[in-house]
T-cell receptor, first 107, second 113 residues
């Protein structure tokens, strides 16, 4: 079983849609959690950290459920520029990346 | 300020050759990481430096892979006797400490023919 599992997608959604990505992790000792965004042929960039209390940054909301070892990312009012791969990342003593979920927003 | 830089951006080599990939971290960042990303996969951890020393090299796949950071700044990832399976994007990241956000460089695309 992979340490961090994500649905690879692709998720194809129209502009303005709400889309949710989920991720599960296997190591209950994981200390911190992140979502990274990666554009095609580019490096990953930190989108947001994820906290148990849930956190929001504009159109993006992240949630962590430690009991279920589950992380989510919600994107509201999708824009064309949101098209990218979203990587779920868990920090044990090193960053462990999921395979990423590809999002394609169409006009 | 300047971000993490990596050179070369692309490297094509033949099976069996030796390659060196360079990473210049953000100035003042003591922690430096190397990752490898294959197509359709997320980055996989290779090695982590804190200062000049390799604090964790558990991700290096075999003894053909080696990395150094002699002065605690620039790091070089060295691959001996390259194999076609080594073809991937090699990413470097740095952070101000091991607990802080990692910032990635643009990567080196390695193709072994």
């Amino acid at each position: 079983r992979k340490e961090v599992e994500q649905d690879p997608g692709p998720f194809n959604v129209p502009e303005g849609a709400t889309v949710a990505f989920n991720c599960t992790y296997s190591n209950s000792a994981s200390q911190s959690f992140f979502w990274y965004r990666q554009d095609c042929r580019k490096e990953p960039k930190l989108l947001m950290s994820v906290y148990s209390s849930g956190n929001e940054d504009g159109r993006f909301t992240a949630q962590l459920n430690r009991a279920s070892q589950y992380i989510s990312l919600l994107i509201r009012d999708s824009k064309l520029s949101d098209s990218a791969t979203y990587l779920c990342v868990v920090n044990t003593d090193k960053l462990i990346f999921g395979t990423g979920t590809r999002l394609q927003v169409f006009p | 300020g300047a971000g993490v830089s990596q050179t070369p951006s692309n490297k094509v080599t033949e099976k069996g050759k030796y390659v060196e990939l360079r990473c210049d971290p953000i100035s003042g960042h003591t922690a430096l990481y190397w990752y490898r990303q294959s197509l359709g996969q997320g980055p996989e951890f290779l090695i982590y430096f804190q200062g000049t020393g390799a604090a964790d090299d558990s991700g290096l796949p075999n003894d053909r892979f080696f990395a150094v950071r002699p002065e605690g700044s620039v790091s070089t990832l060295k691959i001996q006797r390259t194999e076609r399976g080594d073809s991937a994007m090699y990413l470097c990241a740095s952070s101000s400490s091991s607990a802080e956000t990692q910032y990635f460089g643009p990567g080196t695309r390695l193709l072994v023919l």
